[in-house]
């Protein structure tokens, strides 16, 4: 007799399974952009990048402070992300989409969402929810901005065309001690292509310092929740890198191939999702000695690479050049 199990519930001893979480810097030890988000950089923006994977969704800018929380943590844990409220009296939350390669083995099942969280203070975050989102739109096109409309405190907020609440959304009443919080959802939208995962406050009447902590992030096939999957740092990292890089680069040969213009290609640490958007600075050229002058182009155009251009005179075919300090950051986000 031979017996289907549920891969995601199966365990060795005590230790479960890898490779079940489906979501990555689940518990934001990755912080590429900073570890502080603020309003004195734009960086608390509604539908803004925070720590690496987490974006902010929020009714308005400047809604919440962001940053990575080192002290109150979980017993054995060494990171949250902090939600502090800067604009009272608004709905907030931080959400993660998934790419569509990732989401095979999930569409189609019951997967469960787990979390670990506390608030500081019960008298005013006294409503988190937590959501499974669909996305029947094109696969990895999701719009991240996945709210409508907000609605009135306790009212689930309104999602736009294309997504779908997977599990009725419904309050978590969470504590001032850390605890572990799931919702599970069978994901039947005909068309899914991807999965996004939700947790917000859904109050109305909040109160200017109060937070919200979570942690220990897990999406998962099954109906329950599994201890969570503890990545190393450097594997983390990597996952991270495939959407976000930020880096500098010091020191690569420039090909001379004509008199007025030379070339070259730094390569990123990570193939990209897609190909990147990013900023590119302070980058120093040299020849023969000296600082190249004239028109620099340092660009993006593939998935792996940055091409380095440089059209000026005098150089002489067949000869390099060096280019020295380029500080960069390359941008694959869903």
Request: charge should be negative.
């Given at each position: 007799?031979?017996?289907a199990?549920?891969?995601?519930?199966?365990?060795v001893?005590?230790?479960?399974?890898?490779?079940?979480?489906?979501?990555?810097?689940?518990?934001?030890?990755?912080?590429?952009?900073?570890t502080?988000f603020?309003?004195?950089?734009?960086?608390?923006?509604d539908?803004?990048?925070?720590?690496?994977?987490?974006?902010?969704?929020?009714?308005?800018n400047?809604?919440?402070?962001?940053?990575?929380?080192?002290?109150?943590?979980?017993?054995?844990?060494?990171?949250?992300?902090?939600?502090?409220?800067?604009?009272?009296?608004?709905?907030?939350?931080?959400?993660?989409i998934i790419?569509?390669?990732?989401?095979?083995?999930?569409?189609?099942?019951?997967?469960?969402?787990?979390?670990?969280?506390?608030?500081?203070?019960?008298?005013?975050?006294?409503?988190?929810?937590?959501a499974?989102?669909?996305?029947?739109?094109?696969?990895?096109?999701?719009?991240?901005?996945?709210?409508?409309?907000?609605?009135n405190?306790?009212?689930?907020?309104?999602?736009?065309?294309?997504?779908?609440?997977?599990?009725?959304?419904?309050?978590?009443?969470?504590?001032?001690?850390?605890?572990?919080?799931?919702?599970?959802?069978?994901?039947?939208?005909?068309?899914?292509n991807?999965?996004?995962?939700?947790?917000?406050?859904?109050?109305?009447?909040?109160?200017?310092?109060?937070?919200?902590?979570?942690?220990?992030?897990?999406?998962?096939?099954?109906?329950?929740?599994?201890?969570?999957?503890?990545r190393?740092?450097?594997d983390?990292?990597?996952?991270?890198?495939?959407?976000?890089e930020?880096?500098?680069?010091?020191?690569?040969v420039?090909?001379?191939?004509?008199?007025?213009?030379?070339r070259?290609?730094?390569?990123?640490?990570?193939?990209k999702?897609?190909?990147?958007?990013?900023?590119?600075?302070?980058?120093?050229?040299?020849?023969?000695?000296?600082?190249?002058?004239?028109?620099?182009?340092i660009?993006?155009?593939t998935?792996?690479?940055?091409?380095?251009?440089?059209?000026?005179?005098?150089?002489?075919?067949?000869?390099a050049?060096?280019?020295?300090?380029?500080?960069?950051?390359?941008?694959?986000?869903?």
């Amino acid at each position: 007799m031979t017996r289907a199990l549920d891969r995601a519930n199966i365990q060795v001893g005590d230790a479960p399974l890898s490779n079940r979480n489906h979501l990555i810097n689940g518990a934001f030890a990755v912080a590429q952009r900073g570890t502080s988000f603020t309003s004195s950089s734009s960086a608390n923006n509604d539908d803004t990048y925070v720590l690496d994977r987490w974006y902010i969704l929020s009714d308005g800018n400047d809604i919440i402070d962001v940053s990575q929380e080192t002290s109150t943590i979980p017993t054995n844990g060494k990171y949250a992300i902090a939600l502090d409220v800067e604009t009272a009296n608004k709905k907030f939350g931080i959400a993660q989409i998934i790419e569509g390669k990732n989401c095979v083995g999930l569409i189609g099942d019951t997967i469960t969402f787990s979390f670990k969280a506390k608030v500081s203070d019960t008298s005013k975050l006294d409503n988190v929810k937590a959501a499974i989102v669909s996305w029947s739109g094109t696969e990895d096109t999701v719009t991240s901005d996945i709210i409508s409309a907000w609605g009135n405190e306790g009212t689930n907020p309104t999602l736009i065309t294309n997504a779908t609440y997977e599990n009725t959304p419904a309050n978590l009443s969470l504590t001032t001690s850390f605890a572990t919080y799931s919702v599970s959802a069978n994901i039947d939208t005909s068309g899914t292509n991807n999965i996004i995962v939700f947790i917000w406050s859904d109050v109305t009447d909040t109160t200017a310092g109060h937070f919200l902590y979570v942690t220990d992030c897990q999406l998962e096939r099954g109906n329950t929740a599994t201890p969570f999957e503890h990545r190393t740092y450097g594997d983390e990292l990597l996952r991270c890198q495939r959407y976000y890089e930020k880096g500098e680069i010091d020191g690569c040969v420039l090909s001379i191939y004509k008199s007025t213009q030379m070339r070259g290609a730094l390569y990123l640490k990570v193939k990209k999702r897609a190909q990147p958007t990013g900023t590119i600075s302070g980058a120093q050229i040299y020849y023969n000695g000296s600082t190249v002058s004239g028109s620099h182009s340092i660009t993006l155009p593939t998935d792996t690479s940055i091409r380095v251009q440089s059209d000026g005179t005098g150089y002489s075919a067949g000869n390099a050049a060096y280019i020295n300090d380029v500080n960069y950051t390359a941008d694959a986000e869903l």
